[in-house]
């Protein structure tokens, strides 16, 4: 069974950092590619950034303007997602995805709230 689990989400203050980790299992994780989405209360959700599973290439959402980084460790399964310079708009559940076998595969999500 393939299972995505995000964590590290929290409650932090305008311009500090935090990062999210989304441990994968049940599949083989370095060649997939993974990716980050969010979503705000009354909003749809949007793709944060992605990760290609072999060269490491990646590509973000236009709102992130070099403040995220998405990374990933294929030896622990796990991808990360560094956001630093966090502003309260970037309050949302943030969810790990990965296309497995013809399925759209979401994690549970995880909480950020960005607030002073």
């Known amino acids: 069974q393939v299972q995505l689990v995000e964590s590290g989400g929290g409650l932090v203050q305008p311009g500090r950092s935090l990062r999210l980790s989304c441990a994968a299992s049940?599949?083989?994780?370095?060649?997939?590619?993974m990716k980050w989405y969010r979503q705000a209360p009354g909003k749809e959700r949007e793709l944060v950034a992605s990760i290609l599973p072999t060269n490491g290439g990646t590509d973000y959402g236009s709102f992130v303007k070099d403040r995220f980084t998405i990374y990933r460790d294929n030896e622990e399964n796990l991808a990360y997602l560094q956001m630093y310079s966090l502003r309260p708009e970037d309050s949302a559940v943030y969810y790990c995805?990965?296309?497995?076998?013809?399925?759209?595969?979401w994690g549970q999500g995880t909480q950020v709230t960005v607030s002073s």
């Open positions: 049940g599949l083989s994780f370095w060649i997939y590619g």
């Open positions: 995805y990965v296309r497995y076998s013809g399925r759209d595969l």
